[in-house]
């Protein structure tokens, strides 16, 4: 067995020597227990399971640990070199027998594991195995999950499945028992911020904000890197927060939340939607723009799928400020405990030192309960309004 860290056992001839910082596995950073089972299992030593769920909170890397993964599988030198032809078109999804599906909408139609279960069914066209790769397979109805259980129970031999999820707890029962289960971890500030400045170009000192900012989620840390003003206003939703004082403002501030998220939301559902109707309409060589009836259907159809796009978007939105908003108010109990860990949101350190100060970390504590409570009900189906109004009205009243 290969201890984590040490590089693969000798492949097959023209294997070469493995360097795993430039091999398929360079961007699965902080996760060193799960790639070494994943090169374990890859490996010519190894017995490869032919069900895995790849489970980690979001943003730490599940979808591409799933691709390196099937990269490895697929690589003309059986090692994950990262610079064949298969582990190239693996990594950028363009590789004929590696399917990935991923989902913004709030959930996979069973129609389309249908379409998936009889891809999985097919033998390889070009490489050693066939590869499917649901990236968030928890986002199934217990039906659909129905579909998929066949194919995951008897996949052909040279199928595999990789299911990506927060959590194992998050799949149906009778599905996750037939997977080899893998979790990922939390990625710390430091790998993170390191990979935004090797990967992304970031430069030193914006990698490392963003990526505390962040804690850990990867995706975010690119963004609050890339995107203009979006570490500022994480800030200025900090300060708002730390400052409520009256009911009066918690209701406004939710609004005004909820407001931007929809806002957000939207612009980037439309931007989708416009796009593929314009795919759409082309590739059924429709070019005035014009929708003949024949094809109403069809377009409705899409715009429907756009409008299911957008409330989850929000809630996406909502959920991400839940979690900065988690951690201001863990700041102010880290200090209210008296510990010298640094803080997630040094920007608002006075801030916090001063709510610290004038309240006691029992109501924190409550405060951070309503935090997850608030996120449990936008997952769950009440108006987000209804939730953070919830939320801030009582954060308001306990720091008053
Ligand atoms: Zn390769």
Redesign the pocket.
Known sequence: MTAPGTHLPAGPPGGGHFDPAS??WADVVGQEAAVAQFRRAASPEGSLAQAWLITGPPGSGRSTAARAFA??L???????????????TVLADTHPDVTVVATDKLSIAKEEVRALVMTAQRSPATGPRRVVIIEDADRMSARTFNVLLKSIEEPPPSTVWMLCAPSAEDLAPTIRSRCRVVTLAVPSSDVVAELLRRRDGVAEQLAVRAARAAQGHIGLALRYATQEGALAAREDSARTLLGLRSTGEAVLAAQSLVDRATAEAKEHADAVATEEKERFLRSAGVDDGKVPPALRAQVRQLEEDAKRRQTRLVRDVLDRYLLDAHSVLRDVLSRQLGTSSELVNIEVAEEVERTAANGSGTITLGLLDAVGQARARISGNVPPLLAIEALLSRVAVSLR
């Not at 697929?74 to 190239?88: F, L, S, V």
């Open positions: 091999g398929v990269a490895t697929e690589c003309e030198n059986g090692t994950g070199c990262g610079q064949c032809r298969a582990c190239r």
